[in-house]
Nanobody
Framework: QVQLMESGGGLVQTGESLRISCAASRNAFSIAAWGWYRQAPGKQRELVATITSGGTTNYADSVKGRFTISRDNAKNTVYLQMNSLKPEDTAVYYC?????????WGQGTQVTVSS
């Protein structure tokens, strides 16, 4: 079992930055890949960014150039640095971790961008 806990969400204005974090309950070296997803009201959950154990990253087109995913294995944590935020980035952000052929999800953290 892996427990994931997101933190760092909040209310910001358009153009501002925010960094959200996701801490895992076990050694991050066992996590093959991390991901950030988001779900806005009335919409389906969508991919934001992923990072593999080797450091390969992938981003949704809507966040490329603005968001950066990174991982700190020593802290068992993955981060999502979000710059130039837009109102359409408003959503609950969820992290997930792929471990031993299973996918685990956190509870989510709310990010609200006001115009």
């Amino acid at each position: 079992q892996v427990q994931l806990m997101e933190s760092g969400g909040g209310l910001v204005q358009t153009g501002e930055s925010l960094r959200i974090s996701c801490a895992a309950s076990r050694n991050a070296f066992s996590i093959a890949a991390w991901g950030w997803y988001r779900q806005a009201p009335g919409k389906q959950r969508e991919l934001v960014a992923t990072i593999t154990s080797g450091g390969t990253t992938n981003y949704a087109d809507s966040v490329k150039g603005r968001f950066t995913i990174s991982r700190d294995n020593a802290k068992n944590t993955v981060y999502l640095q979000m710059n130039s935020l837009k109102p359409e980035d408003t959503a609950v952000y969820y992290c997930n971790a792929f471990v031993a052929n299973r996918l685990y999800w956190g509870q989510g953290t709310q990010v609200t961008v006001s115009s």
